[in-house]
């Protein structure tokens, strides 16, 4: 069955949200991350701070600096302090949509603008179907871009 945060094809398994966990800094509800994928995003000099810890959450407010917190110990990374650009929280380009394939939205805007369609989408349908994206290690939410990418327009 398709969960919320899947495309179908990416064997990640869902992960179980928790409600209680809202950004302090916007007041919204954070989404978990799991730790393999912190440890892949943040920057090394921060990883000691983490350890193997399942109680971060991402902030999914575009105007929000906080990119992970952990409300338990207390902890919020921002922008600074991860080593990629969290398209979701950037207004210029290149704004980064998918992690596993570097495409950005300005290049699927302009497929679009063009072609009416978009190679790259295809592009990232296909390399997920051959099981080749990583995006939980890759992605800075751990989860699949493809809705985002079919979201553009
Ligand atoms: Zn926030």
Redesign the pocket.
Known sequence: MREKDSCGYCKIEPIKENTANT?K??D?RGIKVKSITINSILREEKLNLVENDDNFYF?K?PD?E?VYFNNKKNLYFNKKDVKVRVGLKEKNPPIPVCYCFNITKEQIISELTEKGNSKSIQYVKNMIKMGKCSCEVKNPTGRCCLDTLLNIN
Do not use: D, F, V, W
Request: with cysteine.
């Open positions: 950004c800094h916007c919204t902030c407010n929000c906080i």
